[in-house]
């Protein structure tokens, strides 16, 4: 199906994760296959990821009138996370419903975070209410809470939206602090110097530079060869800007 979204100013659109299911059989699809010009089939969707508090109701029926995009894509897709700003861009201009959705039911936790971390950027590319994202960041520290490496993964993707301008809130540089912090006991060595690292970032990226220092000084002196070199170098970098600022 083609449109014009110039020639089409009410489009719902729909963002499907995983994978949505019609709620007839496979029986009735054979007896009549959908084609060109066919009636929508209901969607039959297990659970909805968010609906924008409220402001966007779920979508079971297509109603007359209405352009409907229904986007099936898949974190591993390379195509479908290129396409994601541009969905997110059809969804800014043109459409008056919008819906983060999966069905599946997932249990593998590498996949639902990555669903969670797509959602938090499809958020940011369409301007979502910081509200919306904010708590998304929430439920994912919280989901992930005992997955350390998942947690700086997560908190580095909220410092770099922020150093890129893409995401101006410090309560999420907080809250990913924290969620950092929380994570330190449950790693040692080099992973735990990665953690710390995070940290000194995410301070200095809203400008706390002390707490920074602390946090780099530690990542230091338990980091190993491979990355000693580069976080004593943005030590020094923290100290010097330090001794900038006190002048």
Known sequence: MSFSPATHPHVALLFAIGLFYFSQTTDSFAADKLVVGSIAPKLNVEHWVQNGSGKFPKVTDFKSGRVYVVEF????CGPCVQSMPHLAELQTNYAVAAIDGYIAKISDRRIQFGLYKSKIDMQIRSSADIKDITKSYEDLFASCAEEPLFV?????????????????????????????????PLVEGANKANLFDTIARLYSGIGDLQPAIQAQTQAVKLSDGS?????????????????????
Do not use: H
């Open 73 to 76: 894509w898949a974190t591993t």
């Open 152 to 184: 700086q993964d997560v908190a580095w993707s909220a410092y770099e939206a922020y150093v890129e301008n893409r995401l101006q809130s410090k309560k999420i540089i907080r809250t990913s602090i924290a969620a950092v912090e929380k994570a330190l």
């Open 227 to 247: 990355d000693q070199g580069s976080f004593k170098e943005f030590l020094q970098e923290l100290q010097n800007e330090a001794k900038k600022s006190k002048k």
